[in-house]
């Protein structure tokens, strides 16, 4: 019979259950305490090297990077986990969270492979104990890049791959989550100290990890984690997923990565894809905007600016869609179409820090459009990409 490892959340011993089986309560071998297993979820270790069907493998990321050997299971279930072999690399110098100093970074953070599906990194449980790690993950949506109306939700490190989202409510973890306006102006250390530690994890899994997804974006497959630890040792593996490949970059820049084959691989396939616009709008304003634009043909989408004369939580519902063919200005009350053949002026002034536009075309005019300096940025370079001749005033 299949079998997969589970992790008894009071002692933390490695324990084999069904492979298939999961809600049982069961009774811990080594400390008798009584727990319900989990339902099997997310991809087991056995079959990680191919959790990514169409991954990009970057030929020359692992060995020469940094050797991993996987802790193995136990192969009964009174056993405790074996110690895993430590990371090696033979380069750089490598510090326990004790041994460390304040500053030093350590460089072992291995990238296993990366695709559509996003980038997989492996790295020693140990690295969860230094604060700089913990919070290497930029302070950006992880789904559209935006720096602002952020929350701080907590990866939960479980046995298996899984997406974080299912985990936290599967723990019904509501309280992992702090709004931005509670971490603001703290500094690392005060923000990992402001959040809860993680519940049903063994150490040091259970220490809290930030990230970051905006106030308009789900973050269902964003990222997960996995932890494989001996709770005796401390000693162990991990496993992060994040979707967001540039965020991905930057993670493994922050956390010590920056030297090493795999992150100059995913720097260059980043650098050499074509981004997919749609893709970095929230996905609420994507489904607000699917209400009003249809694609004809091969016709591309290339940017959305909202209307900052009204407030953000009606973004996608008002404002100027730039397409390969069209220049789009949509209300509740109002649409208009033009084409990058027809001519186009647009006269800007200043008001209050920010841009008041007057947009005319043969058949139609905008008479006031507000926009912020993003905004205003991007409607440049989204009307030259467009093909569209517009006369600045």
């Known amino acids: 019979m299949q079998t997969r490892q589970v992790i008894c959340p009071h002692c933390g011993l490695a324990l084999q259950a069904p492979a298939g089986r999961g809600g049982d309560i069961v009774q811990c071998a080594k400390c008798q305490q009584r727990f319900r297993v989990p339902k099997p979820a997310g991809i087991t270790d056995d079959t990680i090297t191919s959790w990514l069907s169409d991954a990009v493998v970057p ?10 050997s996987r802790p193995t299971q136990a192969s009964v279930s009174t056993a405790p986990a074996p110690r895993p072999a430590p990371l090696e690399a033979p ?22 492979k990366f695709g559509d599906a996003g980038a997989l990194m492996e790295f020693q449980a140990a690295r969860l104990k230094e604060v700089a790690f913990r919070t290497a993950l930029p ?27 299912s985990l936290e409510a599967e723990q019904a973890a509501g309280a992992l989550r702090l709004a931005e306006d509670q971490v603001r102006d703290l500094s690392p250390q005060q923000l990992l100290e402001r959040l809860p530690m993680v519940p049903n994890v063994p150490a040091p899994g ?3 990890m930030p990230y970051w997804v905006c106030d308009m974006c789900s973050g269902a497959g964003l990222i997960g984690g996995q932890i494989q630890v001996n709770t005796q040792s401390g000693n162990g593996l991990c496993h992060l997923r994040i979707r967001n ?6 993670f493994m820049e922050a956390a010590g990565g920056g030297a090493t084959k795999g992150f100059r691989k995913l720097r260059e396939h980043i650098e050499s894809s074509i981004e997919n616009p749609w893709e970095q709008l929230p996905s609420v304003i994507q489904h ?21 004369d009204r407030t953000r939580t009606e973004d996608g519902m008002s404002g100027l869609l730039i397409s390969s063919r069209r220049l789009i200005f949509h209300t509740r009350l109002r649409h208009s179409e033009t084409t990058s053949e027809k001519p186009l002026k647009l006269q800007v002034s200043n008001s209050g820090g920010k841009l008041s536009v007057k947009l005319e075309t043969p058949i139609w005019d905008i008479k006031h459009l507000v926009l912020d300096r993003d905004g205003a940025n991007l409607l440049r370079r989204a009307l030259v990409v467009s093909g569209f001749k517009p006369v600045w005033e």
């Open 59 to 68: 030929p020359h990321v692992g060995d020469d990077d940094l050797e991993a």
């Open 91 to 112: 380069r750089e110098a490598v510090f326990s969270a004790s041994q460390a100093p304040p500053d030093a970074v350590v460089q072992t953070i291995r990238l296993v």
């Open 139 to 165: 302070r950006r949506c992880l789904r559209c890049g935006t720096p602002s109306h952020l929350l701080a939700h907590i990866i939960i490190y479980s046995p298996v791959l899984v997406d974080n989202v």
């Open 206 to 208: 259970n220490l809290p």
């Open 245 to 250: 490949l540039r965020r991905a970059l930057e």
């Open 288 to 308: 607000r905007v699917e209400q009003w634009y249809k694609p004809a043909g091969n016709e591309q989408y290339i940017a959305y600016v909202p209307d900052r």
